[in-house]
């Protein structure tokens, strides 16, 4: 135990001077660090060792994602069949996988066609390939959003990250995406952006980036009474990202939950055995 925490101490002693160092560079005009702003943290349903995702949030990201950022970002690791888990019936899986077209074949002349999806089948990508989708952004593919809420995070510094070790934060990803969504705003003065491009501080590659603000209040109709503002929206599509990229997140939480019991158990089972054991005893 006391090498574990000396341990942990020797790391934030050296992820603070780290921390100094990139601070006094900062300072002296170099390269700055991004994101500017760090994400803010949201209070999501599916944080913490309990967390559980919030079914209509999900249905409601969905609804974002389809009718907002589908248009320039493909979702090709996730099936239409998985979409039962955010609550909808199988029929109603098989009519929204209806309202897409997917490539199929060769049939028997040998030759591609289209059908309709079926559950069986995955998000398709607006676009052909990656050359006719970065043609069509400025030069840059817009990224598959499968996995994107476990594959964006900014790394938090010291002693925030300390902290995570026993928080266990792992929402990095989401919290990300909706500061990204809702922090584009007007350049202070004396920052110059280039053109063509949008100031937005909680870009993690830049002060600015070539996607437009993507969505505005009022944009999508809830039916569920939800307020349609760009901060639900924003919470709500990176909730549904998050539940993309990690399915089975409330599976594992419940694994992991039995699994220290059980092993808080078995300690104590071998402490009182340890003890029978070796006791003091008359022969």
């Known amino acids: 135990m006391k090498k574990l925490v000396t341990s942990i101490l020797s790391l934030a002693v050296v992820a603070g ?23 803010r943290e949201v209070n999501w349903s599916f944080a913490g060792p309990f ?7 999900l249905q409601r990201g969905l609804k974002v994602y389809t009718e907002v950022c589908a248009a320039c970002h493909s979702m090709t690791l996730v099936s239409f069949r998985t979409l039962q888990d955010l609550g ?23 030759d591609m066609f289209d059908r309709a999806a079926v559950p069986s089948d995955y998000f ?82 830049s ?5 437009a603000p993507p969505i505005s209040d009022g944009q999508v109709t809830y039916d569920d009474g939800a307020p349609e503002t760009l901060d639900q929206y924003s919470k709500d599509v990176s909730a549904f990202l998050m539940w993309a ?20 158990i078995f300690t104590g089972l071998i402490y009182l055995t340890k003890k029978s054991v070796y006791a003091s005893k008359e022969h």
Not at 19 to 31: I, N, Q, R
Not at 51 to 57: R, S, V
Not at 91 to 109: C, L, R, S, W
Not at 138 to 162: E, H, M, W, Y
């Open 17 to 39: 001077l780290g921390f100094t160092a990139a601070a006094s560079a900062a300072e002296e005009g170099e390269t700055p660090h991004y994101p500017i702003n760090k994400p």
């Open 51 to 57: 967390g559980h995702y919030d079914k209509g949030q």
């Open 88 to 110: 909808y019936s199988e029929e109603q899986v098989k009519a929204f996988a209806a309202n897409y077209q997917v490539t199929d074949g060769p049939n028997d002349d040998g």
């Open 124 to 205: 398709p990508p607006p676009f052909p390939n990656a050359q006719a989708a970065a043609a069509s952004n400025n030069g840059a593919a817009p990224p598959d959003f499968s996995l994107i809420a476990k594959a964006r995070g900014v790394t938090r510094g010291f002693p925030q990250f300390v902290f995570d070790i026993f928080t266990q934060y792992q929402e990095g990803g989401p919290d990300y995406i909706y500061s990204l969504l809702t922090g584009y705003q007007e350049p202070p003065e004396g920052v110059e952006v280039p053109e063509g491009t949008y100031y937005n501080p909680y870009f993690i590659a």
């Open 207 to 211: 002060a600015s980036l070539a996607m």
């Open 245 to 264: 990229a990690e399915p089975h997140l409330e599976d594992r939480k419940r694994t992991g939950f039995m699994v220290m019991v059980f092993l808080l």
